[in-house]
């Protein structure tokens, strides 16, 4: 018989162009419950939602309206070709590209009118519309029936805004994230972020290169040209000079030509295998469009390094980490084929008896198709006698191309009853409102009020959508939304100390009972309580009464009632023990935030406050959750609504899911040492997500528990069990295979750089509240030195010791290593809060938003009007450096949560009527609400921010920074490449990496 083909390989007597067969399996659903869907009506730069007027007078009355979707492609850039082997000092064209997204093509019109204006912009949906609800199987239909179970507590999950609080329950049509107030519904227009949604190459686009062949090429020096192609090695006296050697060398470095990132807009096409081998991914901040044949798309995995180390000596050797970034239910480029749903019937899915792995394309049948191996355990099983089909000449089931878990990476299996232990709870989303003074007078209680009510007009109808609201100051309100009442009516829990819910039922009531009532309370809360002085803010018993009906809160401004003892945590008591600040600080909301995962309920909190609050504390409820914090600071009436407003509307209508189970199995030999995200752990090999969305990353660390043979293939598999929105049992595996390696060289060439360094960030984001900010730089320092240090001492012995020699893949790390050392997470001078939130932020980021966020992309908006020709809405990248701002230019600098525009003292005064309606720098105000006026240039600087916010799915906030005042000193902390007092310039740090493997080679 012919020898086995691995998966990914085209049958030999077969065209390996030609797509699979048109004729599914019965099981085989073509037209899934895309998650992608969700996305269809995502409108992003907008007005603030109206908020409900603080006058007596009507506080029942609501002009309904609903947002409108918006327009505008991205056109991430691509980078050079993962294949290409050569380890080089000075970028070469078409290099490693950076975390930036460029975009080609004109976009919104408009960032709207200013805070509280209605009106929707004009604008095509961000995702084309991919089709209807997925159709059921042929065979065997599926059933939701359940075994019975004890009955246990309605199960919830919510996401608080600090002055509310949310419980999510399945949308109907998601929104986008950016949105304006809403207006009546129209049909949505058809527009595409990425292009046309087709397979074949489209005009512009290439097909990427061929993997180079041969011996890797000598690595390149500073400044010095690239090897002739007779040169092993080029040879260059060291910039840095030798041990002992002056400082002088530095000045020897051409800035000029030392490694930075290199923007590109084209996309690339991107085969997970070929030729029966793993392809390398595309940068993950690259835009790439993915066709799986046989290992899952890179957004929902990657791995650190894409060839496996046989021996965990050589892992340690290359100093470099091993580990999965695990993204389940990442977003497809809408050209991409949907994740296709498997339904097994009452039998599930096949799976080892030993191990429980999934069915994937690498476990290999045997015995005519009668027994499989599992490529995890290496378990030989029988083949259920209903899923047995006959192996072809190559060794494949002759129905593999036709059966999506046989030749796709990612699929979704319906889950059958034995997954179940009771029928999927409907989702509740429960809004906690913060009514003290302080949330009054700043207009937070407004604004939360406002963003609700637009909100409530994108959540689904029918009986599957609950919804309840409570507001808090020192005491609890509870409000009965039955439909029977003329209006609502309001139940008042003063005891903080032994809290309880006054009815237990109609505080939740389905949306199509109360969605009248619920309007008329959200309009009058800001009037009923406008002469409100009570100045305590009683979070943590209004959170814990929320948990009484298995539900949670929206939080807003101070808590100095529940959390007394923390006033005087913001006073640093000793350098050395500043870290403990970042701690919790008791086990109260930690023990409530197990409560709240052990009854599924996932958490999000809107901090929107002026003072310190303790973030420390507050998030461990969220994260434990796996829910999110959402901070604005300081919280501005005029122009944070807005940003509110989208970012909850993004909050319940992405795609999501609830009451998730995940797993990692790996193939003998590898296991998973750690579990780094927002989740409850209860399990050693499990994590429970009460709440889990398209924006959650799990990390997974890896170890060897044993020697992998040079050549096989090692598999991961993540296995994530979860109730869709529309309240089906699914289980999404998402399959990577992997080459193993025992050569050293072969790590460096296949090493991730974006995940690397994600996993830079998330190490050092979870050791800063245990260690000393000193202590925790050092380290992050050293680990960028290892790696450099063993690709210089095992990869490149030949060449002079005075040559500091980078690696292809990493060339940036260490450009990136100091964006972090710089970061606002590692420096001395920042707030408690803002340290805290930046280390929350960071435990869930993905992948693309990653670097971003600690390297900002900055681009001059001042001679937008000069690039008529530029089919790109974003202008070039320039490096963070003062050098390259002038006193007569206007910046913009973007890291994926904040946008700040920079404005020179001697800009001319008709560019700054043009862009801001003001005539001098002076007249910059505070507060700043973006508008559009009739002119090209506004209209650019528009559709510039509205790309920024579409690319990174955030509604960033602006923030305007002039010279000489505390913006501008902001806005020149970003600039990394310069020296300042939180680090080395650019150039400096590679003359210390450079000495310190000098100093190592020598010991």
């Known amino acids: 018989m012919a020898s086995y083909v691995p998966p990914g390989a085209p049958r030999p007597a077969s065209n390996a162009n030609n797509p699979p067969s048109s004729h599914p399996p019965p099981n085989f659903r073509a037209n899934p419950n895309s998650l992608a869907d969700n996305l269809h009506n995502l409108n992003f730069n907008s007005a603030a939602p109206r908020a409900p007027s603080p006058l007596p007078g009507t506080p029942f009355s609501r002009q309904a309206t609903q947002p409108r979707p918006p327009s505008g492609p991205p056109f991430p850039p691509t980078f050079s070709h993962p294949n290409e082997p050569s380890p080089w000092i000075v970028p070469p064209p078409g290099a490693r590209p950076p975390p930036f997204v460029s975009s080609a093509s004109r976009g919104l019109a408009s960032n709207g009118q200013p805070v509280f204006a209605s009106g929707a912009l004009p604008g095509g949906q961000w995702f084309p519309p991919l089709g209807s609800a997925p159709q059921p199987p042929v065979r065997p239909p599926p059933t939701m029936a359940m075994a019975r179970a004890p009955p246990q507590p309605p199960t919830a999950t919510s996401r608080p805004l600090m002055g509310s609080s949310l419980i999510r329950a399945p949308p109907v049509q998601p929104a986008s994230p950016f949105s304006a107030a809403p207006q009546a519904r129209q049909p949505p227009t058809t527009a595409y972020p990425y292009g046309q949604p087709t397979w074949p190459l489209q005009p512009g686009q290439g097909a990427p290169p061929p993997p180079i062949t041969g011996s890797p090429q000598p690595p390149r020096m500073f400044g010095m040209p690239p090897p002739l192609p007779n040169q092993s090695m080029t040879s260059v006296s060291s910039a840095v000079g030798q041990i002992g050697a002056p400082v002088a060398g530095a000045s020897k470095i051409d800035p000029n030509q030392i490694p930075r990132p290199i923007p590109s807009s084209s996309v690339i096409l991107h085969e997970t295998r070929q030729g029966n081998q793993a392809n390398p991914p595309p940068p993950a901040t690259s835009d790439y469009i993915v066709r799986d044949t046989g290992n899952c798309s890179p957004r929902y995995m990657r791995c650190t390094i894409n060839q496996i180390p046989c021996t965990d000596d050589l892992l340690t050797t290359s100093g470099m980490q091993l580990a999965l970034m695990v993204q389940p239910l990442a977003i497809p480029h809408p050209s991409e084929e949907t994740v296709q749903v498997v339904d097994f019937g009452e039998s599930g899915p096949v799976r080892c008896s030993r191990c429980k792995g999934y069915i994937n394309p690498f476990m290999k049948f045997i015995d005519q198709g009668r027994r499989f191996i599992c490529n995890f355990c290496g378990f030989t099983d029988e083949t259920p006698r209903e899923y047995h089909c006959n192996l072809g000449p190559d060794g494949r089931r002759r129905d593999a191309d036709e059966r999506p878990e046989l030749c796709r990476g990612t699929v979704e299996f319906v889950a059958s009853r034995e997954y179940m232990v009771r029928d999927p709870m409907p989702a509740v989303y429960f809004f906690l409102i913060d009514v003290s003074t302080n949330a009054i007078q700043t207009g937070a209680t407004a604004a939360a009020c406002g963003a609700i009510n637009q909100v409530i007009a994108d959540l689904p109808e029918g009986p599957r959508t609950m919804v309840g609201i409570a507001t808090f100051d020192s005491t609890i309100h509870f409000y009965n939304l039955k439909r029977a009442l003329q209006q609502p009516l309001m139940l008042v829990v003063p005891d903080v100390q032994d809290v309880y819910t006054p009815l237990q039922t109609d505080l939740v009531v389905q949306l199509s009972e109360c969605r009248q009532h619920l309007e008329l309370?959200?309009?009058?809360?800001?009037?009923?309580?406008?002469?409100?002085?009570?100045?305590?803010?009683?979070?943590?018993?209004?959170?814990?009464?929320?948990?009484?009906?298995?539900?949670?809160?929206?939080?807003?401004?101070?808590?100095?009632?529940?959390?007394?003892?923390?006033?005087?945590?913001?006073?640093?008591?000793?350098?050395?023990?500043?870290?403990?600040?970042?701690?919790?600080?008791?086990?109260?909301?930690?023990?409530?935030?197990?409560?709240?995962?052990?009854?599924?309920?996932?958490?999000?909190?809107?901090?929107?406050?002026?003072?310190?609050?303790?973030?420390?504390?507050?998030?461990?409820?969220?994260?434990?959750?796996?829910?999110?914090?959402?901070?604005?600071?300081?919280?501005?009436?005029?122009?944070?609504?807005?940003?509110?407003?989208?970012?909850?509307?993004?909050?319940?209508?992405?795609?999501?899911?609830?009451?998730?189970?995940?797993?990692?199995?790996?193939?003998?030999?590898?296991?998973?040492?750690?579990?780094?995200?927002?989740?409850?752990?209860?399990?050693?090999?499990?994590?429970?997500?009460?709440?889990?969305?398209?924006?959650?990353?799990?990390?997974?660390?890896?170890?060897?528990?044993?020697?992998?043979?040079?050549?096989?293939?090692?598999?991961?598999?993540?296995?994530?069990?979860?109730?869709?929105?529309?309240?089906?049992?699914?289980?999404?595996?998402?399959?990577?295979?992997?080459?193993?390696?025992?050569?050293?060289?072969?790590?460096?060439?296949?090493?991730?750089?974006?995940?690397?360094?994600?996993?830079?960030?998330?190490?050092?984001?979870?050791?800063?509240?245990?260690?000393?900010?000193?202590?925790?730089?050092?380290?992050?320092?050293?680990?960028?030195?290892?790696?450099?240090?063993?690709?210089?001492?095992?990869?490149?012995?030949?060449?002079?010791?005075?040559?500091?020699?980078?690696?292809?893949?990493?060339?940036?790390?260490?450009?990136?290593?100091?964006?972090?050392?710089?970061?606002?997470?590692?420096?001395?001078?920042?707030?408690?809060?803002?340290?805290?939130f930046w280390i929350n932020y960071l435990s869930s980021i993905s992948t693309p938003l990653a670097i971003p966020f600690v390297h900002p992309r900055m681009v001059a908006i001042h001679d937008l009007n000069s690039k008529e020709g530029d089919q790109s809405l974003v202008p070039p990248v320039i490096s963070l450096s003062t050098e390259h701002v002038n006193d007569g230019g206007i910046y913009l600098l973007e890291n994926g949560e904040d946008c700040l525009i920079y404005i020179g003292n001697s800009v001319d005064s008709d560019i700054l009527q043009q862009l801001f309606c003001i005539s001098s720098v002076d007249e910059i105000p505070a507060q700043f609400v973006l508008q559009q006026y009739d002119n090209p240039l506004s209209k650019k600087l528009n559709d510039l921010v509205n790309e920024i916010r579409r690319q990174r799915c955030s509604y960033l906030r602006l923030k305007l920074c002039k010279k000489g005042d505390p913006s501008g000193m902001l806005f020149f902390s970003y600039m990394i490449e310069d020296k300042s007092s939180s680090g080395l310039s650019y150039v400096e740090f590679l003359v210390h990496v450079h000495r310190q493997i000098q100093l190592k080679m020598s010991s």
């Not at 008591?573 to 403990?580: I, M, N, P, S, W």
């Not at 795609?655 to 995200?677: D, H, T």
């Not at 690696?807 to 420096?827: D, F, H, M, Q, V």
């Open 521 to 836: 309370l959200l309009e009058s809360i800001p009037t009923m309580f406008l002469e409100n002085r009570t100045a305590e803010s009683a979070f943590g018993a209004a959170t814990k009464s929320c948990h009484q009906l298995a539900l949670v809160p929206f939080l807003q401004e101070t808590l100095k009632e529940e959390l007394t003892s923390l006033q005087g945590r913001s006073i640093v008591l000793d350098f050395q023990e500043a870290h403990k600040l970042l701690q919790p600080a008791d086990e109260t909301l930690k023990a409530m935030a197990i409560e709240f995962a052990e009854y599924q309920v996932c958490v999000d909190v809107f901090i929107t406050t002026q003072t310190y609050v303790d973030i420390a504390s507050i998030a461990v409820i969220p994260r434990t959750t796996g829910g999110q914090v959402y901070y604005y600071y300081p919280f501005s009436a005029v122009s944070d609504p807005a940003k509110l407003y989208n970012d909850l509307r993004w909050n319940v209508t992405r795609p999501q899911g609830f009451e998730a189970v995940m797993r990692v199995r790996c193939s003998q030999g590898i296991e998973v040492l750690e579990y780094n995200g927002n989740f409850c752990k209860r399990m050693p090999t499990d994590v429970d997500l009460p709440g889990i969305d398209c924006d959650k990353t799990v990390m997974v660390t890896l170890k060897h528990d044993d020697n992998l043979k040079d050549g096989s293939e090692c598999a991961f598999q993540c296995a994530l069990l979860y109730t869709t929105v529309n309240g089906q049992r699914r289980i999404r595996v998402t399959t990577l295979s992997l080459p193993c390696t025992s050569i050293l060289s072969n790590l460096f060439r296949s090493a991730e750089l974006d995940t690397q360094f994600a996993c830079f960030l998330k190490q050092a984001a979870s050791e800063i509240p245990s260690r000393p900010l000193l202590l925790v730089k050092d380290r992050m320092t050293n680990l960028c030195i290892n790696i450099l240090l063993s690709y210089r001492k095992f990869c490149a012995t030949v060449t002079s010791s005075g040559q500091l020699i980078l690696p292809e893949a990493l060339k940036l790390l260490p450009l990136y290593t100091l964006a972090l050392i710089k970061s606002k997470g590692l420096r001395t001078d920042g707030r408690i809060d803002e340290r805290s």
